[in-house]
């Protein structure tokens, strides 16, 4: 089934202007030499055969402003993939991820090259510094991306400011998730907990997945103010709810579909929406248990699969399900609002009603 990310072979081009990128970037690094092959491929490993959801809300928010399709749109958009690489590799690292969309995360493949090749030193450390620098060779050749892209320098000046507040706000959204797994929860009452797991979402997540991009999008496209508020209710919705999968995903997807082991999440010890409902609803020893169990490295299937029954005990899961719905339908209502005003292209609009439900779906 066609989605609204494969649109005119959106996500097939994409892909193209990623493979473009990276070509062209690893040119400018072949004056250093063949070894530095490990830090481009830990790139483009990463960003082969993505979905292509922040490219695709850049995309439909330039259509939505009255923007015609375009080879230099399709490269604009893609530069939103290689800041979604940039994140996804630093985040691994800082929650020691094994896998990533079922392989090796990139520090482990590079700590295990390492490994292989017998070379001096902590090969952990090796891969793990590795991928910090690509994760930074992402970020450049995002910005690259974006002034080369071809579109008009008047219309990229015009979403500029947001581009730059998004890559600024994305750190401090980082930063924001590190404190909260640090500092914990002791003395908040339940609405206190939510109130901070929603904020991580919102600046770790929300933005820069689905408001940031559209925005940009349409800033580019020329939307204006009055267009803009629309989109970022829809972007600010869409995108908790999606976060919001993803948590649930992050306990009980399948590992086939998500590319992670089952309960990663859990042995990482976020600190989700789903987490706070479940210990303010379990029972003294329910809550004593995964108290306990939250955050271990060694959490096996076992202590996982315990985890899961308190959850769905709790009615956490239900609750969970239920806010992800009420998101759903606040971007439903937001599109609603911003095909009432006519400023909008409506079949941009009708792309983006459809991605409200790729974006939640129950399943990676």
Do not use: N
Not at 163 to 182: H, I, K, N, P
Not at 185 to 191: F, P, R, S
Not at 260 to 273: F, I, M, Q
């Amino acid at each position: 089934m066609q989605t609204p990310t494969d649109l005119d072979g959106l996500r097939r081009r994409v892909q193209q202007a990623i493979d473009g990128q990276i070509a062209g970037g690893a040119t400018s690094l072949t004056e250093i030499g063949p070894e530095i092959a490990p830090l481009v491929d830990a790139v483009e490993r990463l960003l082969t055969g993505g979905k292509g959801l922040r490219a695709g809300f850049l995309y439909w928010g330039y259509r939505a402003a009255g923007g015609a399709d375009s080879d230099a749109l399709v490269r604009l958009a893609a530069s939103m993939e290689f800041f979604q690489g940039a994140a996804l590799l630093h985040d691994d690292v800082m929650d020691r991820s094994d896998t990533r969309r079922g392989m090796p995360s990139a520090h482990r493949a590079v700590a295990a090259l390492h490994a292989a090749r017998g070379w001096d030193g902590d090969a952990d450390r090796f891969g793990e510094g590795a991928a910090i620098l690509a994760g930074d060779l992402c970020l450049t050749w995002c910005d690259e991306l974006y002034a080369t892209c071809g579109l008009p320098a008047e219309e990229l000046a015009r979403g500029r400011h947001l581009f730059d507040a998004m890559r600024t706000q994305l750190m401090g959204g980082q930063f924001l998730d590190l404190l909260e797994s640090v500092r914990g929860w002791d003395g908040l009452d339940l609405e206190e907990r939510i109130a901070s797991a929603r904020k991580v979402i919102r600046f770790k997540s929300a933005k820069y997945t689905i408001e940031h991009p559209l925005r940009i999008g349409a800033l580019v496209g020329g939307a204006t103010d009055d267009d803009l508020a629309p989109l970022s209710d829809y972007g600010l919705a869409l995108g908790e709810a999606f976060q919001l999968r993803d948590d649930l995903l992050g306990v009980f997807g399948d590992p086939e579909a998500t590319g992670k082991p089952a309960g990663d999440d859990l042995r990482e010890g976020k600190r989700t929406v789903l987490i706070a409902l479940a210990l303010d609803a379990a029972a003294p020893d329910d809550r004593a248990l995964v108290e306990s169990l939250l955050g271990r490295d060694d959490l096996d299937v076992a202590g996982v699969e315990a985890i899961r029954r308190v959850l769905v005990g709790t009615g956490a899961v239900d609750r969970v399900e239920e806010l992800i719905a009420t998101l759903a339908d606040d971007a439903r209502k937001a599109v609603g609002r911003a095909r009432e005003s006519g400023r909008l292209d409506g079949s941009a609009l009708e792309v983006l009603e459809a991605l409200v439900d790729v974006s939640t779906a129950r399943h990676a």
